[in-house]
């Protein structure tokens, strides 16, 4: 858990609590380090997309720990947030990793389907938003880096911290998770009948604003400037010696 940072799932940046369910829903369908989390910040901002955070991560060191190995307790939070993370004007959106949904087939596969049934129902038109990032060394060198040292966000980042040393055989295996994890994407949208819209990590960091109006034409929603919301800032992390990272594993693939 990351002490002292606005994480976004406190309970003080809840919507006001809806009586009803949510009148349109999508998914957030992304991989990691493809910048899904400014890019959640950036929807949720508008006040009209909904908060599409991962409310499926259990993990004892998430903002939701408290409810890992109790498929109760996430199965009630869940029917929670669909009412104090859905926007004023209906909409509720859920950012999630294959590995979620892997891993709650698994532990709580009661929980899966009313997800699946709330987020792509099989009675309505099914909305995905699908993140992801055309550098995919530069995605694969950052993944490999923030598993090495545990620093995922800029907040984690210490001020006299070493670099640390460069991993060939990590980048690979980087490489071949997140192309694991976008095939599995794919295998459900060609499953279940699902076009995504899809957007790119570095047209969002070139007009955010843009980015967030391509997802409320695709579903259908009009983005009212008076709705905008004060959400947590989501900081760019240091590159330290990334682009050295970059640079040898491009080498070593003969780029």
């Known amino acids: 858990m990351l002490d002292h940072i606005d994480t976004g799932y406190e309970d003080r940046f809840d919507f006001p609590l809806r009586t009803e369910p949510p009148e349109l829903t999508y998914l957030l369908a992304t991989m990691p380090r493809a910048g899904s989390t400014y890019f959640s910040h950036v929807l949720w901002r508008s006040g009209c ?26 199965q009630e939070l869940w ?17 999630a990793f294959p590995a ?7 532990s709580n596969p009661a929980l899966l389907r009313d997800v699946l049934a709330t987020i792509v129902p099989r009675d309505r038109v099914r909305r995905v938003v699908f993140l992801r990032r055309r ?21 984690q980042e210490g001020i006299n911290q070493a ?17 694991v994890q976008e095939n599995a994407w794919s295998h459900m949208f060609r499953d279940l009948r699902i076009e995504p819209l899809s957007v790119w990590h570095e047209d969002v960091l070139a007009d955010p ?24 800032e989501i900081r760019k992390q240091s590159q330290g010696d990334s682009q050295s990272w970059i640079d040898q594993f491009s080498r070593s693939r003969g780029a």
Request: glycine fraction near 8%; charged fraction near 20%; proline fraction near 8%.
């Open 49 to 74: 997309l909904g908060a599409p955070l991962e409310y499926l991560n259990f993990l004892p060191a998430s903002p939701y720990g408290f409810a890992a190995g109790s498929p109760r307790a996430q």
């Open 79 to 95: 029917r929670s947030l669909l009412h104090r993370r859905c926007s004023p004007n209906g909409v509720f959106g859920l950012k």
């Open 100 to 106: 979620q949904l892997q891993e709650l087939d698994g």
């Open 135 to 155: 550098n995919k060394v530069a995605q694969a060198v950052s993944f490999a880096r923030a598993a090495m040292t545990g620093i995922w966000r800029k907040e």
């Open 163 to 179: 670099p640390p040393d460069y991993s060939q055989h990590l980048v690979k295996s980087a490489e071949r998770e997140i192309a």
């Open 209 to 232: 604003t843009e980015a967030a109006q391509q997802v409320a034409d695709y579903l259908g929603v009009t983005i009212d400037p008076a709705s905008s919301l004060k959400v947590p």
